[in-house]
């Protein structure tokens, strides 16, 4: 017998969900018992609205007109599963036989729900790393100075207080971002001693770096 599922849990999905896409729609009785091609299509939208998730599945995965086993169907969901658990550091008690059979979609929400705070997370972590390169840009302003090392220093810290601070130890995404991280930092640090080799003394509005307006 499937269970039914409560008013609130419903209302918290759309509302996790809901400002990052707007088909698949969010009903009440597609949540009420989430068939697989819908959760598919939520994956689907995710990725091409957000980022989120993007290269953790094959193009094959991606079309629903392959995934049609129940197998291929069980793999899809492992992948999403252990990687929203890894990116978020919550655990979902959740059988992915059950998933596809429509039994347990209080714990299919709680999936989407925490699909949801991933992405927040994530545009979390991008507005930590603006912030983090606004600071380093303006660190060197005030300061002056070769600050190479000192930058690298910062972006190895900055990595490990993203992993803390935002569950991503673990993840199948952590070394993907943290090596674009680094790579921006890298880029950063020669922009900034190209850029003090001819401008020692210019004021903010005469220099030639990028200062990003937060």
Known sequence: MVENVKPEVIKKTQDLLMPYFNKPPLTVKLLKKPPFRFLQDIILSVIKTTGFLNGVFTDEELNPDNVKNRNMKINFLNKLIYVVESTTGNHLSIKTSKIIAGLEPTKTNEL???????????????????????????????????????????????????????????????????????????????????????????????????????
């Open 112 to 214: 989407l729900q925490l699909i949801g705070k991933a992405i927040q997370q994530q545009f979390y972590v991008h507005f930590l790393w603006e912030r983090a390169n606004y600071s380093i840009t303006m660190m060197w302003l005030l300061l002056g100075g070769n600050v190479v090392d000192d930058v690298m220093g910062i972006s190895n810290g900055f990595c490990i207080f993203l992993e803390g601070e935002c569950g991503l130890l673990g993840s199948m995404l952590t070394l993907y971002r943290s090596a674009r991280i680094i790579n921006h930092v890298h880029q950063l640090a020669e922009r900034i001693d190209h850029a003090h080799e001819g401008s020692m003394g210019m004021s903010l509005e005469q220099s030639t770096i990028p200062i990003r307006r937060v």
